[in-house]
């Protein structure tokens, strides 16, 4: 049960580090002109938009964290509700985080918003889809011997990981090499992009080394 | 308490890196003073008269040769880049490209010659100008009158040029411009900032060149390319680019040549070579290897060149320049001149006779620079300086006897020629000892002394580390950690000085002190060595419990990576020379991913939710205490303060598109009358803000209650400093003009206000010293048996006359309470502000030294200042609710994270006070404040100045001991709310609970180790920040920014250093002050006689407080 479950993490995972590398590859055969670094804003939507689709559809498709009940439509809805403004929230606040830690506060408003987006797609985005919008729930995952699942486990790690590559991110800017990717956000949405896959790729081999420590409790 | 082992402890530690920092300094850091004085066309030291009168018009010293000159300059032109070997089959792309020097050296070999130019390190391209133009060997430092500017201050070419009424053009790097301002008759600077940039400046130079040359107005022209420079830095010098970029030099000069005339000398130079990747900076042989070419249509030489190329000082080319074009040396030259470029056209005798003048004049010159510069600095040793001055009146002596002779025409032309040329060697080895003696003193790094330097500091910052580890307060640990290494110490100093009387050799101080400090800690060393094996068979004895310190320690280790991760970080930093730069963003980052750390780990530790009702335990479901709301609050405050805190950085010049903040300018300069009252009125609110936040503080926690001195200071001292700062800021912002008749008072006010800041501020220190304590004692002993009495003989206010029985009423009722909760009565004494007696004297220092340092900056600054005081409140607020929520076991020892917010607090707020760690950037008006523009001393305008640049360090330093001090100030209010009612058996056990400071006194042994463990840990901070800007400094010697960030960040952090530990020394002797007088008032309050029929109470102090609560300290509230 448990080998086969990681297996289906790794699968999914897998699936989401090929849409993010697919983000990069697949838009210069439709849109002439497309870099990663050249037009970054348009890579930063595009990436977004695609990791949240990819992630929105798996969670429909798996459905990892089955509720027993049945939930009535106007539930559904309030819920899907919920999650729209509990992501627009996380948004608005990546973004003054961000700028509180010393990105531009005036200048390249668009720049700093997108990229409190892509950041907000890997991480809130990941908790909606699955633990919902149960700000209790998060707070359990992430405190130790928070997970109950290794879906949840997956999810401290990918987490983690954007935040922590974001944040190495921004150790190339102040220097002095003139590259294309020192500009404000590219090198720390490119860190956020590697950490997101890296946690993707580092979470199931995690689990899968520990699987004997990891002995999550029943709901 | 041990009082004395601490302060020796931490002051012994102190001196270690002092002298690590001593001794890396004399062997990093050259200095030289450089002297007023300059030369002049009617100095004593011109030729005899018979000679003097064949010096043509417009001559000084000797006859002009030449009367242009073109002065080319090649930046990082190295020897091989101008040799051409026609033998060489596949050249590398830097060789064989100046392949048209070659041609005239061959064709014209008397007119032309190829030189090595040997440059002086340190070889970056200001030092080599300075060089270039003074003759002397200029240092990093060079003590002249003023820091300020760039600006060459020293006699140099361009100025006897200038002042002889020569015309000079320049044209390319624009170094020149702030080195030389206003001194050229037309110039055309380039940017010389952009390094990538190879081409700007050379067809800039390029574009103005041949028509400048071409119209001939100018005696003098210099133009100075930076491609090959630039080059070499980008790509190195083995690339294809920097073929090209000689053959371009080679194409300028063959251009160059023809537009040049017959009364023109030409110099094509290189201020000094690279090495194999294209950097420069140090003393390597690639890099001091420069090339020089002379070249004249006139012929210049007597004899064709020699086979392999001359090696030539660089300092030589300033005489030889001064003379050739008639204008006098400049003063400070210890160049030797180039004799063979002086021989003319006439027979042996006549060039030979030539060559002993010039040879004469060098001399004379830098027999007169040595002279005045050994009056002014001792760093010549006097005995070389001896031998020089009997070679020096020996060969005049001579000269004199062999003129005469000369005119008596005693002498034939062969003796005549080998006595001549006798003497001009004699001239010769003189003026070359004089340039070694220099050199050996001004322009060599002592790599020994660096890493000795550094190794100091590796170690003493290890010790502190072990020794924060290890501090007990038993007295063997002082014994051998203290103890035996100052013996140690004492013992080496003591042989050394002893084997420096035996050799007679002259003593170095520094030497001496820093091995002493080596001996001292390899006595501790070896003494912790002695220690620790003893430790661990003791624990060896019980195997669970090694097993269980061993899990432990391996947590301690983990819970140590993550503030340890951020000092590294800090650290590595100081590696690079961009982060150097942009260190200003880089601190308050590292500070806000720290504190997000903290409380991101709090929550990983799950201290801040509670597993509320069972059932949402069942679901697993979590959510957050109450505090943590507060703390979130704290969090975000301090994000803010940093984030604002960024709006008042100083600019450096490595980032030009940055503008300085608005705020560092005074508000003087500010045109709009409106915007400028704003913000003075702003300012003046905020200081009185600032005066009643202190105070509210103060009352809050009942340190404002007695009637001693520095109670009444703090309650009409400190607004009456403020007015004085708020005077002194109307007067010197107001406009000057505007005041037309009131200028004198005016002028009497400038300097009145400052001093009457300083007087109260140093009353206010007085007095904190004097006595310190901030404690209302209530001794309630005799009203203890009756209720009523005592309270209507002494009515307070008018209030208790207005309400008396209701006050009657509630006193009664406390007293029946007390009597409840004291099952038999004793006697109490109210101790209004006991609790926080320590946090109050530091708070109340640091406000007087913050209005101290306030008055230094520029008013708009104290925004930043309010803001410094600000964060720091946060930062302690901070790490007392996540030590609280943690609900760490040991409350004596600050956690490691919590020293190291403090210290980037104190980085980020050097920079948020308008600093930048560069010479340009330092605040000189502070010396001027009360001060009418003229110092008697050095002393008190370097106090000053260095008070204003370092504020943020005083600041954070005195402060430190809050760190130990304010969780045990806070803990009062939060154990109150946590419990709201209780039995009185409860309350007896609360009251015994609210000791707040006085928990430090009640075991005296620890908190004597605690403020060690606490001085050492910030020593360790500090101290590996130091050590990593040591070595960058020292690695990256060679590196191209050496002279302009690394060196000047540790020069800037070594000063640092010390202003931080000697502040931190004062704030922790403050503490101990605080507790003496402590002492002594538990000691007075034991012997006062108890007045009435009560028996004599307690016991001395710490006993006290173990017994059911004979003192009792008030609510903070409730003050009077």
């Known amino acids: 049960m448990k080998e086969a479950e990681i297996r289906k993490l790794l699968a999914v995972n897998l699936l989401c580090v090929f849409s993010v590398i697919l983000t990069a590859i697949v ?147 102040p220097l002095d090499w003139d590259r294309p990717w020192q500009v404000w956000p590219i090198s720390c949405s490119l860190g956020a992009t590697f950490g997101y896959v890296a946690g993707l790729i580092i979470a199931p081999l995690w689990i899968h080394w520990n699987r004997k420590q990891l002995t999550y409790k029943s709901r | 308490m041990q009082r004395w082992p601490v302060l020796l402890f931490l002051a012994w530690v102190c001196l270690l890196f002092f002298a690590g920092i001593g001794l890396f300094m004399s062997g990093f850091l050259l200095t030289r003073i450089e002297l007023p004085s300059s030369s002049s066309c009617s100095d004593p030291l011109v030729p005899p008269p018979w000679e003097r009168q064949s010096l043509p018009p417009g001559s000084c010293w000797a006859p002009q040769r030449f009367s242009k000159a073109v002065l080319v300059i090649i930046d990082a032109l190295r020897f091989e880049f101008a040799r051409f070997n026609p033998a060489k089959a596949s050249p590398l792309p830097y060789e064989n490209k100046l392949s048209f020097l070659h041609h005239l050296t061959t064709s014209q070999p008397r007119h032309a010659r190829l030189y090595r130019f040997r440059a002086d390190p340190p070889t970056a391209t200001m030092q080599r100008i300075k060089g270039l133009t003074t003759g002397s060997l200029p240092t990093f430092i060079d003590v002249g009158s003023n820091f ?100 371009q030099m080679n194409e300028m000069l063959r251009s160059l040549v023809d537009h040049l005339r017959n009364d023109t000398l030409l110099l094509v130079a290189g201020d000094h070579g690279m090495t194999e990747t294209g950097d420069h900076g140090g003393d390597s042989e690639k890099e001091v290897n420069a090339a020089l070419f002379v070249y004249s249509k006139t012929p210049l030489f007597d004899s064709g ?63 007169r620079f040595l002279r005045s510069y050994s009056l002014v600095a001792q760093d010549l040793p006097a005995e070389k300086l001896q031998r020089l001055q009997e070679l020096f009146s020996s060969a005049v002596e001579e000269h004199t006897q062999l003129l005469i002779q000369v005119k008596g025409t005693t002498l034939v032309p062969p003796e005549l020629e080998s006595k001549l040329r ?53 007295d063997s640990f002082y014994r051998s950690c203290l103890l035996y290494p100052l013996l140690w110490g004492l013992v080496g100093a003591f042989l050394l000085g002893l084997a420096h009387a035996l050799t007679q050799e002259g003593l170095d101080l520094l030497l001496v002190s820093s091995w002493a400090a080596a001996a001292s800690q390899l006595g501790f060393f070896w003494h912790w060595w002695g220690r620790h094996p003893k430790r661990a068979r003791l624990v060896g004895g019980q195997p669970p419990l090694a097993s269980v310190g061993l899990r432990q320690r391996l947590q301690a280790w983990l819970g140590l990576a993550f503030p340890m991760g951020i000092l590294l970080f800090r650290c590595g930093a100081m590696f690079s020379d961009s982060f150097v730069v942009a260190e200003a963003r880089v601190a308050p980052f590292l500070l806000a991913s720290l504190v997000m750390l903290l409380v991101g780990k709090l929550h990983w530790d799950g201290r801040l939710t509670v597993l509320e009702g069972p059932k949402q335990q069942l679901l697993g479901f979590s959510s957050y205490r109450r505090e943590i709301w507060y703390l979130l609050c704290l969090v975000v405050v301090l994000l803010v303060c940093m984030r604002l805190s960024g709006f008042f950085h100083q600019c450096r010049e490595e980032i030009p598109q940055c503008r300085p903040s608005l705020f560092l300018s005074p508000l003087a300069s500010l045109r709009n009358t409106r915007a400028k009252n704003l913000f003075y009125l702003l300012c003046v609110a905020l200081l009185a803000g600032l005066v009643y936040a202190v105070r509210s503080w103060l009352r809050h926690y009942g340190n404002l209650n007695s009637s001693d001195p520095l109670v009444l200071f703090v309650r009409w001292g400190f607004p009456l400093v403020v007015l004085c700062i708020a005077c002194y800021w109307a007067v010197a912002s107001s406009a000057d003009d505007s005041l037309g008749k009131l200028q004198e008072l005016v002028q009497v006010a400038v300097v009145a206000f400052p001093w009457a800041v300083y007087g109260l501020a140093s009353v206010g220190l007085l007095l904190l010293l004097c006595n310190p304590m901030t404690v209302l004692a209530k001794d309630t002993r ?53 609790g926080s007696v320590y946090s109050a004297a530091l708070v109340i220092a640091l406000t007087l030294l913050g209005f101290l340092l306030m008055l230094l900056h520029s008013e708009r600054l104290s925004l930043a200042f309010l803001l410094l005081f600000l964060e720091a409140f946060v930062l302690l607020h901070i790490h007392t609710r996540a030590r609280g929520l943690a609900g760490d076991a040991e409350p004596f020892s600050v956690p490691w994270y919590a020293v190291i917010s403090w210290l980037l607090a104190a980085s980020q707020f050097f920079y948020s006070t308008g600093h930048q760690p560069i010479f340009p950037a330092i605040h000189w008006n502070a010396a001027f404040v009360g001060f009418h523009l003229d110092h008697s001393t050095n002393l008190l305008p370097a106090v000053l100045v260095g008070a204003n640049t370092f504020a943020s360090h ?21 154990s109150q709310r946590k419990k709201p009612k209780k039995e009185p058996q409860e309350e007896l056990q609360e009251v015994e609970e609210h000791m707040m400071e006085m928990r430090l006194r009640e075991s005296p042994e620890k908190f004597s180790t605690a403020l060690l463990q606490l001085g050492l840990k910030y020593l ?70 108890a007045g009435c029929a009560l028996p004599p109470r307690p016991r001395i102090s710490p006993a006290l407080w173990t017994s059911p609560a004979p003192f009792h300290l008030t609510q903070p509230g409730t003050s009077l």
């Open chain 2, 1020 to 1089: 360790f901070v500090l101290g590996t920040q130091l050590l990593a800007c040591v070595c960058a400094a020292m690695i990256l010697r060679r590196h191209l920014m050496v002279w302009k960030v690394f060196a000047p960040k540790f020069l800037f952090e070594s000063l640092g250093f010390v202003v931080s530990s000697i502040c931190l020394l004062l704030g922790i002797s403050l503490v101990m002050r605080v507790d003496c007088a402590v002492s002594t008032w538990f000691s007075h309050l034991q012997l006062r006689p």
């Open chain 1, 27 to 173: 838009p210069p055969f439709f849109w002439d002109g497309f870099t990663v670094l050249g037009t970054h804003l348009a890579w930063l939507c595009v990436c977004s938009v695609c990791v949240s689709t990819l992630n929105i559809i798996l969670h429909l498709v798996l459905k990892p964290n089955l509720s027993p009940k049945r939930i009535s439509f106007a539930h559904k809805i309030s819920r899907f509700l919920k999650c729209c403004v509990y992501f627009f929230m996380s948004c608005i606040l990546f973004h003054a985080i961000i700028v509180l830690y010393g990105a531009p506060l005036i200048e390249s408003v668009t720049e700093t918003f997108l990229f409190a987006v892509l950041l907000s797609t890997f991480t809130t985005l990941q908790c909606l889809c699955t633990l919902g919008p149960n700000i209790q729930a998060w707070i359990r995952v992430f405190s130790k011997n928070g997970a109950t699942s290794i879906w949840e486990s997956s999810l401290q790690i990918t987490t983690i990981c954007s935040i922590f590559g974001a944040w190495f991110g921004a150790f190339p800017i």
């Open chain 2, 954 to 974: 005083i600041l954070f330093a005195v402060g430190c001991p809050l760190l130990l001090l304010w969780p045990f100030v806070c803990e009062m209010p939060g």
């Open chain 2, 305 to 367: 060149p020699p086979e392999e190329p001359e090696a030539v000082p660089q300092v030589n080319l300033v005489p030889t320049v001064a003379l050739l074009l008639g204008v006098p040396i400049p003063y400070s030259n210890i160049g030797e001149v180039m004799a063979e470029l002086f021989s003319g056209d006439g027979d042996t005798v006549s060039a030979a006779l030539q060559q002993l003048s010039v040879y004469h004049i060098n001399a004379k010159q830098v027999d």
């Open chain 2, 782 to 834: 005799e009203s203890a048996g009756s209720i009523v009495t005592p309270y209507l003989g002494v009515p307070s206010s008018e209030v208790d006359f207005l309400h008396v029985v209701p006050q009657i009423y509630k006193r009664m009722q406390e007293s029946q309470k007390s009597r409840l909760a004291r099952a038999s009565t004793k006697a109490t004494v109210a101790a209004y502000g006991l």
């Open chain 2, 148 to 247: 300020a500017t760039y600006a060459i201050q020293e006699d140099n070419l361009l100025a006897q040029l200038v002042q002889n009424g020569r015309r000079v053009i320049f044209m390319g790097d624009d170094t020149w411009e702030g080195l030389f301002p206003k001194k050229f008759f037309r110039s055309y600077f380039f940017p010389s900032f952009n390094v990538k940039d190879l081409h700007t400046v050379d067809n800039g130079i390029l574009q103005h060149l041949y028509p400048t040359v071409d119209s001939g107005e100018w005696d003098v022209l210099i133009a100075h390319f930076l491609g090959v420079d630039h080059c070499g830095h980008k790509h190195g010098p083995d690339h294809p680019e920097m073929a090209k970029k000689l053959t």
């Open chain 2, 422 to 474: 006798n003497l001009i060697s004699r001239f010769q080895l003189y003026l070359r000892e004089a340039r070694a003696v220099c050199t050996q003193s001004w322009a060599r790094f002592q790599p020994l002394r660096m890493v000795g330097g550094c190794t100091l500091i590796a170690a003493s910052c290890l010790l502190c580390y072990m020794a924060s580890e290890l501090a007990a307060a038993s």
